[in-house]
Each structure stands twice: as C-alpha cells, then as structure tokens.
C-alpha cells in the first residue's frame, strides 16, 4: 500500500515545467549527521549515464561517533534506468549491491531498490523524492526507507545540496555540494 501511495505521488507531481531536464552525471560530496548515536561523517556518489535511459553509480559512506563501535562504513555500486516523466522532471528506478562493514558483524552485502522522481522546479532548483528498500536480513531493522533533497544550482555544473533520508533505521542529513556536466 505505501509503495502504491508514494507511485501515485510521484506520478502526480510530474507536471508541465519550464525548467531544464535534471542532470544525470554527478558528484556528490556531502558532511552528514544522523538523529541518534550521534554519528556523523561523509559521503561521496558518482553518477554517469551509460546510454539514453541508464546509468552506473558508486557511493561510499563513512559515519563514526564518539561512543565505541557505534560507527559504520558503507559501498554500493549499481545502476539503473531513468525516464522523462514530463518537461523538467525525470523518474528511475535504481538497484545497488550495498557492502556494509560494521563493528559488531561480520561484513554485510545487501540490496538496494530505489523508486525515484527529480524535478527542475526553476533552474535553479531542484527537488528529488525517493523510496528505497534494502535487504538487511537482519532481525527487527526496517528495511523500508526514503529520501527528499533540494538541490540549489549557482551554476550549470556547481550546485549546494539539503537531503533528509531514512535509512538502516537512522534519521540522516546530508550537506553538501553537487558537481554536474552541465548538460
């Protein structure tokens, strides 16, 4: 039901703009801070279309907090397909082979599913909605989880970055910067 709920949002939200396409090729660099264990850390993403219609991508993660084992480190790499949904917004659905390198378990590899819709709302401006799920196999964790992220562009190819996102049950937000191709 919640995944039909956040489709039919998503499908909603693609009306006419006048803003360009979003870009496809990025790099994002990002400080980031969770809502509990104090964690924090970075993240770096790159992003680069293959052909019309798909990408790879790779990110790394590192959160660490000032309580012992309290920290984690995290890779994926995948890809996917994105698709004009309308004049200035774009739809993709994302798979990612996530290796996840915790203190208390032995290294984890697990899944990611993304559904998500960017829209150039001006310009300047952009707004991305994500619903994401990730295989943890692990008792009690919800595998459920999303992301919402406003991208400011200063320039064609330089723009600042504000995301929330919900994910490995940790409340995160990322501040950053996003370097594009400009096209």
Do not use: C
């Amino acid at each position: 039901m919640k995944k039909l709920l956040i489709t039919t949002g998503l499908a909603i939200l693609t009306g006419h703009s006048y803003a360009t396409q979003p870009h496809m090729a990025l790099i994002d660099v990002s400080y980031i801070e969770t809502s509990d264990d104090e964690l924090s850390g970075e993240q770096f993403r790159l992003q680069l279309p293959v052909k019309q219609g798909l990408y790879v991508s790779y990110e790394r993660t590192s959160l660490d907090g000032d309580v012992a084992n309290s920290g984690y480190k995290a890779k994926s790499l995948g890809g996917g397909v994105f698709w004009g949904a309308a004049a200035g917004s774009s739809m993709y659905i994302g798979y990612k082979k996530v290796e996840l390198d915790l203190p208390v378990f032995d290294d984890k590899d697990v899944t990611r599913y993304e559904l998500g819709w960017r829209r150039r709302l001006t310009n300047q401006l952009e707004l991305n909605l994500e619903y994401n799920q990730t295989g943890f196999d692990m008792e009690g964790v919800d595998e459920d989880g999303y992301q919402v992220g406003i991208h400011y562009y200063f320039s064609p190819t330089f723009a600042v970055t504000f995301t929330r996102d919900r994910w490995f049950e940790q409340d995160r937000t990322f501040l950053g910067v996003r370097f594009t191709s400009g096209k």
